[in-house]
């Protein structure tokens, strides 16, 4: 699509409109967003688009297109699958070697697994190795509930934290303030860090870290503007 608006605004409704038209989700649905700073963040992206719109320089609008439209009418099923990532969480599943890994799991993993054991008042199984093992029940119902009460503009924003960390822990660690971004980012990244130091980079998957830290960055974004 090209462009051919020339002003964007957000209504008293936080809508976001171009010429004074609403801007419509994939679905039809106007672009109404929950806060003043998600519609002005939203809307900012309309005003930089050049000639034609990229859909992949809009990571904001694509969150709140899929709150919109897929979440928010049924959010039970969405949550439910990111819950799903407490059975098998990336902290609960530590190296046997190196033990200089083995170290460095330990001194960034285990402060955050100590924080959700304090606020959910739940219990982790630790497992050495990539053998899946079950977590307690009651660790995942609680996990669970705690995913199942936030709405869907947070499923939306919490989606790609949890599939590019590979943790839920980690996900309501950043929802909740009890991490900021950096320390997510480095405590997703420990294994594949430690094995950069070993053999080097390559430059395939540097560009696939970068593409994922952009994706990673604009979820926070979106996250701090439903704060605002």
Known sequence: ?????????????????LDDRPVRTPGRTPLALPTSALAEAVAGEWRSVGETVDPRAMPLTGLAN????????????????????????LLCYRADSPPELIVRQDAVWNPLLDWARDRYDVQFTLVTGIMH??????????????????????????SPVVTISGSLILALALLEGAADADTVWTAAHVDEDFQA??????????EAREAKRREFDAAVGFLKALGG
């Open 133 to 158: 093992q079950p977590q307690p029940e009651a660790t995942v119902a609680r996990l669970s509930q705690a995913v199942a009460a936030l709405g869907a503009f947070q499923l939306a924003a919490l």
């Open 66 to 89: 899929a709150a919109i439209d897929r979440i928010a009418v049924d959010p039970a099923p969405f949550a439910a699958g990111l819950a799903r990532y407490a059975e098998s969480d």
């Open 1 to 17: 699509m090209k462009r051919f608006w020339k002003q964007v605004d957000v209504d008293a409704d936080r809508v976001v409109r």
């Open 197 to 206: 130091e070993q053999w080097g980079e390559d430059y395939l998957a540097v």
